[in-house]
């Protein structure tokens, strides 16, 4: 092992164990409350998972002295500021979203709270003073959207060389999604690609949207991820795999769940640097000074699955820059 590897890992490790003797000497029992706009995000979820797993490092125990609440709007943006208000008449010390209108909401409120996941351009949107200050109450992890879109449009290609044309799904509600989908026209107009945008708003506007595309077929589809289309993601999969359309998502579970191929985000990675910046906050760190961080990890995973079932070949060339191939 070299020996700036061994000093790193040992001063990480050093950090994690300062944190774990605070954590456990200090007497508290601090609240987490946790909302996802679809569904809560308990310590038996994935998402959930991942955030007890790493407060845990940090010397955080359920049942002990770590509490969570979590929440879930049912796809339903309404209800989330009413949830909001509930976990904070809970007591929570610190929160943790998922989602542009769920950081928006949670802006007012008053309680630190760390986005984790599906924020958008925080920047752009307003939502903070800049990344390095975010001022305010939310802190979390940034979204390189006009970077991601390129790599994902260069993916397309690869399995779609003749690509001329790729169909953009958004929600068109959603100001941080609304923002991403033009980062991703920007750049697929740099390329000499045509957008074929469709806005949705609600479920009924994928059946529109879906026609639009047999109308005006497109070489291949690109999915900006949130809870609208998340929710109506095996509809856009079967789409694709019907009309054997080359489609690329924003976050891994997508292409494990049926989708063709994602590139984004390691979500794993993203939910453990926001327990980590929640075990900060836990310790008395203000959400306001703590800068917004950028994942590091952005696997490529490619589903052969959803691939053989389309009869499409995928290229070697693009199977051996996969992170993770399900078949």
Known sequence: MKRRNFLTGLGTAMLAGAGMVRAQQSGKTYRLGTLHPVSAMTETTPFGKFLISTLTERGYSLGQNLTMEARGAAGDAGKIPALLQDLKAGGADALVIVGYPTALAAKSLGVPTVAALGLGDPVATGLIQSLAHPGGNITGISDAA????????????????????VAMLWNKDDL??????????????ALGVTVLALGVSEPDDFNEAFTVMDGERPDAILMVADALTNLNRKRVFEFAAQRKLPAVYEYDFLARDGGLMSYGPDVRESFE????????????????DLPFEQPTRYPLVLNLNTAKAMGLDIPPTLSALADEVIE
């Open 176 to 189: 941080g999604m609304t923002l991403r989908y033009e980062a991703s026209a920007k750049a697929a107009r």
């Open 146 to 165: 006009a970077e991601l879109s390129a790599k994902r449009l260069s993916l397309l290609t690869q399995l779609s060389p003749g690509l001329k044309r």
């Open 273 to 288: 640097r926001a327990a980590d910046l929640v075990d900060r906050i836990f310790r008395g760190a203000n959400p306001g």
